[in-house]
């Protein structure tokens, strides 16, 4: 459907995140003013924070364009009243910018002093252009009906592509890139010698049975990451110490209460994890260290995230501790020798001749009538019985209300690793693990990703959430330079480090289409798993939804992928019990 809003600019307006006007580039059905929508979630409560408060009220906002069919990018203009605005701590503009993506419509601050209600500290009234509706033409073919179409061959879709062909089912794979894998990537080094994973990495071989079986499959090399207690973190006194262990005990036990599969707290879900940890008296230092969590699990800021979205993620991988944890049992435990991305290369190649279609993006679906799914890419339309979606982003509108909006919300964070490759592994010569943390970044976090068998000593920075996007907005050859300063400083050798140095190898995922520009996981601001959550694993018809952020456990590993694979795969069995019994 092509979008009407155009935003029209004077000279030097170009960078602001709204325009001065906006203009209809084809008639609109109809023009709707969406009221004023405060930052309540159920019963009209609204949370005193602020920020949490904005969260709110942009989902409300949201809710009220979904159920008139029109969506973020046919906003013409927003209206903001914002009480006590304060010129210096302009908080409301991260998240308008956020909200609206790439969309610049025209922008109005109201100061007030106070709105309808005491407690509403912001309201916000749009303007939005609907645009007419476009029958969507696709033509049916007449060539052979697939019981089961699968888009995308990331772990999740060949997963349940294979077994689905495994019990007897036709399926054919879609896949836009011109590879398997998705988020696992691995790449060979500069030299022709190694491996390193730009995507997933690490896994375990307890609580993630389903990867490890896979891997086991894959007949890979383990390597264990080594853990020891030195750990270059100074300067932290005994009363900081105390107050990181009491905020991390806090977040552990919380996450802990929260339901895996459908988590359920509305007053968790009103604010973000950063007004939680404030609710909690957590210290300022405690809350940077709250940061390193979700900018290393979702490359996303606390005060970006719902407190009961990050909560139940933790809980996902058994909790906190166990997702952060380099150990066993823990999400970081073990690194493959030959990368991950065998794991698909090993479903892809036991799929019959032909399944997979690299290089054949979906770009519509269109469901006929029961039973009958017309499935188009850029030069052909298929049809199925029944379609999974394994996509990071689904490409089906209208969905149902809920869904839609759901779906809408889904957010990426920034998450880069960028691969520094040494001629030694000196960090280890001076008795250190690689781990790091860092408050102040640009990499929060550092782990040792060397693979010694190949000769390989490689640190692996994670630049994530604010600080890995300010990385990214340097020029490419300044890149490796900071990271060397920050490895200089962290191990007191600048000149060690820099004499060791062979060469960064980095991939910004906040560029690929296809992983919905960003990863590792998209992440949801409050209100939405309380409105739409329930949403989630449901199917719309004849089209099923699996990928890892649909998964109750190791939501965003690459164990969640495998079993929301396996799911999707017996929801549609169990939906098409005749088919299970045909001779394939
Ligand atoms: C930098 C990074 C580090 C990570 N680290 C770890 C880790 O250490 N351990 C771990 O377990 N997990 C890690 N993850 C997460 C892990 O990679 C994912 O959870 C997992 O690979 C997701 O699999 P999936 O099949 O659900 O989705 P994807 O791998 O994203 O697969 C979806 C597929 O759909 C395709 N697609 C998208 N749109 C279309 C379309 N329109 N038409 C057709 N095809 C389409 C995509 O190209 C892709 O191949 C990391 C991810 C990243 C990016």
Redesign the pocket.
Known sequence: MTRGIRAIDLPGTRAAYYAPTTVTSQPPKQLDPCLGQPGSLVNEEVPSDYESQIHLALLNLHKVLVAVGASIADIARLTLYIVNYDPQRRKHTRHIQRFLRSHRPAITLVPVSQLACPEWLFEIEAVVAKPPAIPMQLTAPNAKVWDVVV????????TAAEHLIQSGHSCLV????D???????STTLPDGKGTV???????NDTN?SK?YQLAQRAGVEFIEQKYNRKLPIAGLDPETQKQLVAIRDMAEADCQQVGCARPEDSTLDSMTFLAYLKSRQASDRAISTAAIWTRAMLGQEPEDVSALYFLNYCKTGGGLLQMRSDRRHG??YLRIRQG?LSF?QTLAAALPSGTVQLS????AINQQYPGRVLVR?RNRTVQASKVIS????T?LPPLPTRKQLLVGSFNYGY???AMMVFRSAFWVNKGFCGLVQSFTGPASIVRDSSIPNDDKWVLTCFLCGDSGRQWSQLQNSERANVLLDQLGEIYGDPDLVRREYVTIVEHE?SKE????FG???PSLSPGVLTVAGDALREPFLDVHF????TAAE?K??????VR??ERGAAEVQKQQPWLICRTP
């Open positions: 888009i995308g061959a990331g772990l999740a879709g060949l879609l896949e836009a890139r590879r398997v894998g998705g988020r696992t990537w994973d730009i995507g997933a990495a690490w896994i993630q990867i999400g970081q991950t698909a054949s993006p979906v770009t890419t394994a996509a990071p982003s490409v998450y880069t690793k995922w289409e296809y992983s919905g990863c590792p996981c699996v990928g890892t952020e190791w965003g590993y690459m164990e969640g992928a929301s694979g």
